[in-house]
Nanobody, 116 residues
Framework: QVQLVESGGGLVQPGGSLKLSCAASGRVFGIIAMGWYRQTPGEKRELVATLTNNGITTYADSVKGRFTISRDNAKNTVSLQMNSLRPEDTAVYYC??????????WGQGTQVTVSS
């Protein structure tokens, strides 16, 4: 079993930046991809960015060019650098990890609020 703990959320003004981090602990061997999803009240969780263990990235169109996902395999962490933040980026952001056996795990979520 793996535990995913997010950090770095908070309140920022439009145009500002935040960096989210996710630390994986426990059963970390076998992870083939990590990433970030986000969810607002009443909406389904949506993909923000993912990164496979061989370096393939996927971004939502709404964040492409503004957000950057990175992973430190040695430290079992994944980060999301968020620049040029917009009010519509406000959401709870969730870290996830996918394993070779196709099992998925989720963090508890961290709130990001973009407001003036």
């Amino acid at each position: 079993q793996v535990q995913l703990v997010e950090s770095g959320g908070g309140l920022v003004q439009p145009g500002g930046s935040l960096k989210l981090s996710c630390a994986a602990s426990g059963r970390v061997f076998g992870i083939i991809a990590m990433g970030w999803y986000r969810q607002t009240p009443g909406e389904k969780r949506e993909l923000v960015a993912t990164l496979t263990n061989n370096g393939i990235t996927t971004y939502a169109d709404s964040v492409k060019g503004r957000f950057t996902i990175s992973r430190d395999n040695a430290k079992n962490t994944v980060s999301l650098q968020m620049n040029s933040l917009r009010p519509e980026d406000t959401a709870v952001y969730y870290c996830y990890a996918k394993y070779l056996n196709r099992t998925e795990y989720w963090g508890q979520g961290t709130q990001v609020t973009v407001s003036s």
